[in-house]
């Protein structure tokens, strides 16, 4: 399960002494105690879960880094910049604009057939909802949107 494999990574990298991967680890296994904590019961995240908290994690050092680069702190960017890149080595490898529009054709056929009536701009939100499942967060819903408004727009 990935989580064991986040602590034993953790383990390897506090034995290296790389403080960067080490305080990254922690803070990413700390937010998926959080996540599991978080609602009425305690449970354990599955996988999908895990990478999507990994995901959240990414984008918040993204944002950190273009706030810092703003605010010309060049030295705290590249802090965020290198966490995030021990988080990019936990998830999935991100589908192509192309496989997002080919899962984007598919979903649209699949509504198509289940309904027996053209697919419009109207069920977009079902379409990127289809998309999503497929997708297991290897696409940023933006661009999963975009294919699916990219797809409806032509018919």
Not at 12 to 36: I, Q, S
Not at 106 to 133: F, I, K, N, Y
Request: no cysteine.
């Amino acid at each position: 399960m990935m989580k064991e494999q986040l602590r034993r990574d953790l383990t390897a990298a506090m034995k290296a002494r790389d403080k960067t991967r080490v305080a990254t680890l922690r803070m990413v296994l700390a937010a998926v105690m959080n996540a599991e904590v978080a609602g009425d019961a305690a449970r354990e995240l599955s996988d999908p879960e895990i990478i999507t908290v990994l995901n959240r994690e990414v984008r918040k050092r993204q944002e950190a880094a273009e706030t810092y680069d703003s605010a010309g702190r060049p030295e705290l960017a590249e802090q965020e910049r290198a966490e995030q890149a021990v988080l990019a080595e936990y998830l999935p490898v991100p589908l192509s604009d192309a496989e997002v529009a080919e899962l984007a054709e598919q979903a649209v056929a699949q509504l198509r057939a289940d309904s027996g009536e053209p697919v419009g701009m109207r069920q977009m939100g079902r379409v990127v909802g289809l998309v999503q499942s497929r997708v297991a967060g290897r696409a940023d819903g933006g661009r999963i949107a975009a294919a699916v408004r990219a797809r409806l727009a032509s018919g």
